[in-house]
């Protein structure tokens, strides 16, 4: 059974930084991009970031391009998002995702259950 287990979201306040993290178990996920995704109360789910298997092309939003970066360890299967300069517009649940990189153009294979990211002001 593939699982992408999230953690690491929290109550931050605005200007603050977070990082979360994401373990993916039960499958092999080499050759996987995997990423974020996010949904805030009332809104459509938007992509966040994603990262190639080899952690050498990253993929960002115009939202938080210059204050979120990516990063990535093969090693644990995992992926990481360090949030910095948090706005109360960043508040949402945060998915983890993977799948091929094909995928990615319309849904990712695999989700994770979320985790709660809030940015007070």
């Known amino acids: 059974q593939v699982q992408l287990v999230e953690s690491g979201g929290g109550l931050v306040q605005a200007g603050g930084s977070l990082t979360l993290s994401c373990a993916a178990a039960g499958r092999t996920f080499v050759g996987y991009t995997m990423g974020w995704f996010r949904q805030a109360p009332g809104k459509e789910r938007e992509f966040v970031a994603a990262i190639s298997w080899t952690g050498v092309v990253t993929y960002y939003s115009d939202s938080v391009k210059g204050r979120f970066t990516i990063s990535s360890d093969t090693a644990k299967n995992a992926v990481y998002l360090q949030m910095n300069t948090l706005k109360s517009e960043d508040t949402a649940v945060y998915y983890c995702?993977?799948?091929?990189?094909?995928?990615?153009?319309?849904?990712?294979?695999?989700w994770g259950q979320g985790t709660q990211v809030t940015v007070s002001s």
């Open positions: 995702a993977a799948g091929p990189v094909s995928s990615w153009a319309k849904t990712p294979n695999y």
